[in-house]
């Protein structure tokens, strides 16, 4: 080796200050791959004992319970036990009588559902997906199947990538399996903390976000998918609205237009109003879109559909031909895709995510709901504005 080599070699090995800005490598890089790698370690490390916890606490939880149902003792054994652990092994946390009851009840609720595979033949980190794809795709976390559809409740489904305070927070406030199984995902794909959770559990995100039926996924980016979802709800109130005779599409549109402030609050922030039944033209020929809104914070067009009747296949046909026009005769450099929204009095899910599945465009369909209207005769026998002025008079 030359003498010039071999300085280099040295003052790479010695960390040389004035030496190292020679070496014939991009070190930065290297450091990158280092990082990325001890990183994934530290991940892993923190999934597998996760893992291995909540299956201590299954274990357990079976335990106790079978002990329980065959002896029948109460509290005071539980409390005897949780005293008797906590002094055999001082540094392990979690065996309050409170958290044994917990884990009773995190074994029989999952249980009592469904059958729980408690053997895996991999270990833990073995398991453990080096990225979120295969995880977020076998998850579906757009999806809201019927019980039937539903896995089996095992150490393979989102149960194991949730924390012990995530579960049992789900456990106590989410009783709808479809519903659990739904924020479950969306916790794992999208990295909600537990006071996030109880936070969407309050304000029932499930029914607003998680109903939605869309090919988002497929459609954009994850991130502006996940911003797009996030934005739109199932159902729409439309409370404003109410009518005791026969209507359609046409009035609600008007209805919608009259009460306008109503119905941007309803569509949520960003979003302002462009027009109904608004023009363009394709090819020679005259269309009229429903309702034309824009979003400011997505930078995105909306096109809006109504329909006064459930939802058919053969809506999303002229919804997606109404977003490709608007992308090529609207839309303007630093425009994102236009997404179009089908708004129906109801809607059959799996019909509609059949009709979406090879769309190239993002649509997303839901549901509208009215204000509900007085009955006539009921209508009839109340007295008139004019009538409670002069009474008051």
Not at 66 to 71: D, F, I, P, R
Request: charged residues 25%; proline residues 4%; aromatic residues 12%.
């Amino acid at each position: 080796m030359s003498q010039k080599k071999c300085t280099f070699a040295f003052a790479f090995i010695l960390g040389d200050s004035h030496m190292t800005q020679m070496i014939p490598f991009d070190y930065s890089q290297l450091l990158r791959q280092v990082k990325q790698r001890v990183s994934q370690a530290q991940q892993r490390a923190i999934y597998a004992a996760n893992e291995e916890l909540l299956r201590m606490y299954w274990d357990i939880g079976e335990m106790l319970s079978s002990a329980q149902k065959l002896e029948g003792w109460g509290n005071g054994t539980l409390e005897r036990l949780a005293t008797d652990i906590n002094n055999l092994y001082p540094e392990v946390k979690g065996f309050s009588p409170r958290n044994c009851r917990f884990m009773i009840q995190f074994f029989e609720e999952y249980n009592k559902e469904l059958t729980m595979v408690k053997s895996i033949t991999q270990p833990p980190v073995a398991q453990l997906e080096t990225n979120t794809k295969p995880l977020v795709s076998q998850l579906q976390s757009n999806m809201k199947p019927p019980v039937s559809q539903l896995p089996k409740y095992n150490f393979e489904l989102p149960i194991k990538h949730l924390s012990w305070s995530h579960n049992i927070l789900l456990i106590q406030q989410v009783k709808d399996i479809r519903a659990r199984y739904w924020y479950m995902t969306q916790c794992v794909v999208n990295h909600w903390s537990r006071r996030y959770l109880a936070e969407t559990i309050k304000l029932d995100y499930y029914n607003q976000h998680g109903a939605l039926a869309n090919n988002f996924d497929t459609t954009l980016p994850t991130v502006e998918s996940d911003d797009v979802k996030s934005m739109l709800k199932d159902p729409y109130i439309f409370d404003m609205l109410t009518f005791t005779d026969q209507y359609n599409e046409r009035d609600i549109e008007i209805g919608l237009t009259k009460h306008i402030e109503k119905f941007l609050v309803e569509m949520g922030a960003g979003f302002a109003f462009m027009g109904r039944q608004y023009h363009i033209e394709v090819s020679g020929d005259d269309y009229y879109i429903d309702m034309l809104m824009y979003n400011a914070f997505l930078h995105r067009y909306m096109v809006i559909e109504l329909k006064n009747t459930e939802f058919k296949p053969e809506y999303i046909g002229k919804l997606n031909f109404y977003c490709s026009a608007v992308d090529d005769i609207l839309c303007r450099e630093g425009d994102n895709k236009t997404i179009g929204l089908l708004l129906c009095r109801t809607k059959d899910r799996i019909k509609a995510e059949y009709a979406l599945r090879d769309i190239a465009k993002p649509i997303g369909v839901s549901d509208y709901e009215l204000g509900q209207a007085l009955p006539n005769d009921l209508r009839s026998s109340l007295p008139t504005i004019e009538e409670i002025e002069a009474e008051l008079e």
